[in-house]
């Protein structure tokens, strides 16, 4: 029997490669079906901002064990509010050593943090920061004057 | 897909098909208009002053949502509470502010975390100071009376 090719379509699927060496029960991790967890898209799709997966727009592995699209993780540390914290588990975020998948993105995140660390050094970057210490200033300044105030209540203003 | 889009998913879906924890507190929960504003309508909890009634949330959602919290609050001169201000509504609760909000939280989340405000009322930052003294006195009967008051009027 004699067979004649005569045309060939390749298919081909891809996903990231994630380490997956959290088996201590140390983390509840997948039980949301591998989607980031800041935009809920699947690891292997785009972060929102983009229109096609992959090396564009890849994923990044936390020290934590907590994965994120790259744009949507760098997008967090970038506010002053993130204190550079894992949304998750509100440890530091750091990239995992050693994965080929962080690779290309530890300089970028090095840059980052660094610039971080110099903002928050000079000056009180966060507006809400500043507010908070002007009331709480303030709330001093009326505390002096005022010894009978209310001191469960001024706690509260400070609180807030 | 934006982020808002993939909640609106699976919100539709949770209520639904009738989650354990979220159907228990939420009646309703739809965007308005389009997904940059919703609206909430929870049940109160049992064992609480608020057993019986529901309540409007309304939440809408900043551009940089969800870098940013969504801004939530009841309807106004509907939600008596210590953390909350009868007259516009304004909720006080951490994790909307901007500097305990996390991306990883969503809106379901952020309507359970009222339902459990309004089962524990945290006396210590008001927004309702009558309330919160009636609180910190540990009156119930007055507790459980004032808030009646407010609901039916």
Redesign the interface.
Known sequence: MKVDIEEVHSVFAWTWHIPKDNKDGSLEADDDDDVC?????SYNATC?SCKYPGDECSLVVGECNHNFHVH?IY??LD?T?SKGLC??C?QLFQLKRGLAINDSQLEKFKELQLRKRTNTAGEFA?E?DEEAIERAMAQQDQAEVDDQGDV??D??LV?? | MSRAAKEYKTITKVLKEGDEVYSQLIVGMEPKEDLTRWEALIRGPSGTPYEGCNFRLHLSLPQEYPMSPPYVKFEPYAMPHANVDFRTGEICLDILTKQHWSPAWDLLHVVQAIGQLLDEPVSSSPLNVDIANILKANDMNAYYGLVHYYIKS
Not at chain 1, 37 to 41: D, K, W
Request: a positive charge; one cysteine or more.
């Open positions: 967890g800041i935009c809920r898209a929102p949507c997008r967090w506010t509010t949304p998750m509100r966060d809400d469960i209540m706690q509260g609180v807030r």
